[in-house]
């Protein structure tokens, strides 16, 4: 078996083996970046905050420049679009109606739920849409007020070139009236309306009752307007049937009308 001799290492300094090495002459060193941990880095962060809310601001300021400036024009075309204040449903409106004459006088509207004011001057008038003079309220400026239409229609009989018609959102009429066909069972009351004047006793007969026989016209109650005049008789208890009006003094066509219930 050999005999391995041990390495002498005594004549060697360790020393100098481990001293760092230095750069030779002309030979630049190994570049490095340099850490500087104490150095903030919130610093670009805060400009870049700082740019975004002027811009925010600059475009909030822009906005209300904006709105502000269509808020002033919508004003002012209001005002020159808009010059009146619109009328509310309270208030009262009177609207004139157009009027067509033949043997009738008929007079239209577009407007509903008022009534009819109707100034005849000296025409002679029967009844105003089938309800007879007597049965129409008249104002103090000699107005007629007629109840209105479902079609919105007023037929004055006879016809009456002086006529003017309104219609007016106030009502004044009367709610319970004679009418000519008038619907219902039991008679309350009639009226009878000669086309001349020239009756001297009347027969008046519902159904099989002979309500009136040879009565004198003077007797019975009556209503005159412009020359025409109008006979009223109010029935007591119930009674139906058919009218039948007759006369004797003159044979001139009699308009009838009756309050049913």
Not at 51 to 62: N, R, S
């Amino acid at each position: 078996m050999s005999k391995v001799n041990k390495l002498d290492l005594s004549g060697i300094n360790i020393a100098k083996l481990t001293t760092k090495r230095t750069s030779r002459p002309g030979v630049k060193p190994n570049f490095t970046i340099p850490i500087n941990d104490t150095q903030p880095q919130s610093s670009s962060s805060c400009c870049s905050t700082k740019i975004l809310f002027g811009v925010v601001i600059v475009f909030l300021t822009i906005f209300i420049i904006i709105r502000v400036a269509n808020t002033s024009s919508t004003a002012s075309t209001y005002v020159k679009t808009e010059p009146f204040k619109q009328l509310t449903p309270s208030l009262r409106k009177i609207i004139k109606m157009k009027c067509a004459h033949d043997t009738n006088t008929h007079c239209t509207t577009q407007h509903e739920n008022g009534e009819y004011v109707v100034n005849i001057g000296k025409c002679m008038v029967y009844d105003f849409n089938g309800i007879p003079f007597t049965d129409i309220f008249k104002d103090g400026q000699s107005n007629w007020h007629v109840p209105p239409s479902s079609d919105m229609t007023l037929i004055v009989n006879k016809a009456c070139k002086e006529l003017t018609a309104t219609y007016d959102t106030q009502t004044k009429y009367k709610t319970t009236y004679a009418k000519k066909n008038a619907d219902g069972k039991f008679i309350k009351k009639i009226v009878w309306i000669p086309t001349s004047d020239c009756y001297k006793e009347f027969d008046l007969k519902i159904g099989q009752h002979n309500i009136l026989e040879g009565t004198p016209s003077n007797m019975i109650q009556q209503q005159v307007m412009n020359n025409v005049k109008a006979f009223t008789y109010n029935v007591e208890g119930s009674i139906s049937g058919s009218i039948s009006i007759s006369g004797t003094g003159c044979d001139v066509p009699i308009r009838v009308y009756s309050l049913k219930t």
